[in-house]
């Protein structure tokens, strides 16, 4: 990816957080979060308070999860919470068409459209979380009220 599209993608975020009325700034990293276990090693963090966007096709239709970096998603009990017969992992190309970001810097804000989020119940132990801010390289704290409020989620049980 060339640099002024990471740059525009990180705008966009700071735009979306600002908009929002959110607290945290977004900030560079020296090395790439693009796990939650990388993003948790440069903030010297706990892994779980990485707040990962990861998108999944809910009976087809993109749903935007925002889990613990602590847990893998339970697609059983996701299901369960959407209330859909079908769960699967989305793609590159599914990432990149919902969400306008590449995996690795999918924020929880600054899509093209508002996708339903859920938000796993695990992040609301912790004062602080960290969200991925556009771009692998860049994140910003929040915290769980936060961040039910700016994307609109839904409260939920998703990991294991």
């Known amino acids: 990816m060339s640099q002024p599209t990471e740059q525009q993608s990180v705008i966009k975020v700071r735009e979306?957080?600002?908009?929002?009325?959110?607290?945290?700034?977004v900030r560079a990293l020296d090395d790439s979060a693009r796990t939650a276990k990388e993003a948790a090693e440069a903030l010297g963090i706990e892994v779980g308070q990485i707040a990962s966007s990861l998108i999944f096709l809910a009976d087809g239709a993109p749903v935007l999860v925002?889990?613990?970096?602590?847990?893998?998603?339970d697609t059983v009990q996701l299901a369960a919470v959407l209330e859909v017969s079908e769960i699967?992992?989305?793609?590159?190309d599914d990432v990149r068409a919902?969400?306008?970001?590449?995996?690795?810097?999918?924020a929880?804000?600054?899509?093209?459209?508002?996708?339903?989020?859920?938000?796993?119940?695990a992040l609301s132990q912790y004062d602080e979380v960290w969200a991925a801010?556009?771009?692998?390289h860049y994140v910003f704290p929040t915290n769980y009220d936060e961040l039910l409020r700016i994307t609109s989620g839904e409260a939920a049980e998703v990991g294991l």
């Open 98 to 106: 919902a969400t306008g970001f590449a995996i690795g810097g999918v």
């Open 108 to 121: 929880p804000v600054g899509h093209p459209e508002p996708l339903r989020a859920i938000v796993d119940v």
């Open 133 to 136: 801010g556009g771009h692998p």
């Open 66 to 73: 925002i889990a613990s970096g602590g847990h893998r998603v």
């Open 16 to 25: 979306a957080l600002a908009r929002l009325g959110a607290k945290g700034e």
């Open 88 to 92: 699967a992992k989305a793609n590159a």
